[in-house]
């Protein structure tokens, strides 16, 4: 290896573009989440009235996909839940798993396919 630490590449890496799991991809659900976040709700992990973010139990780089694993979290408990959800879970004693599952019925009853 250089000293640099870059290896020395005769061709340039090829983009592969798009996911690794795209058959997990659900962009009219992540739309109507994003709805969902501008509307003026309580954060589902502690319950208090900040900004939402839409937050991945299981990250969509490990295969995680969107329906049943999205909950609508404030910046704070965002942070604090990112790569721990089930300690954190443990920590609260809040099922954002449950949560979870509850926004994919409400979606698909609301019309989402």
């Known amino acids: ?4 630490g870059y290896l020395k590449r005769k061709t340039r890496l090829k983009s592969r573009g798009g996911s690794l799991f795209p058959h997990k991809r659900q962009p009219k659900f992540m739309a109507w989440m994003l709805e969902k976040c501008s509307e003026r709700r309580p954060c ?3 319950g208090q009235w900040h ?4 937050a991945h139990l299981k990250p969509r780089g490990s295969g995680g996909a969107d329906l ?3 909950a609508l979290l404030c910046n704070p408990c965002h942070r604090t839940s990112e790569k721990r959800v089930d300690a954190w879970i443990a920590e ?5 798993y449950a949560i979870a599952r509850e926004h ?7 019309g989402g396919t």
């Open 1 to 4: 290896m250089r000293r640099g």
């Open 44 to 46: 589902d992990g502690c």
């Open 51 to 54: 900004w939402l973010e839409r």
């Open 68 to 70: 049943s694993n999205l």
């Open 92 to 96: 609260h004693g809040v099922d954002l």
């Open 104 to 110: 994919e019925r409400a979606y698909r009853v609301s």
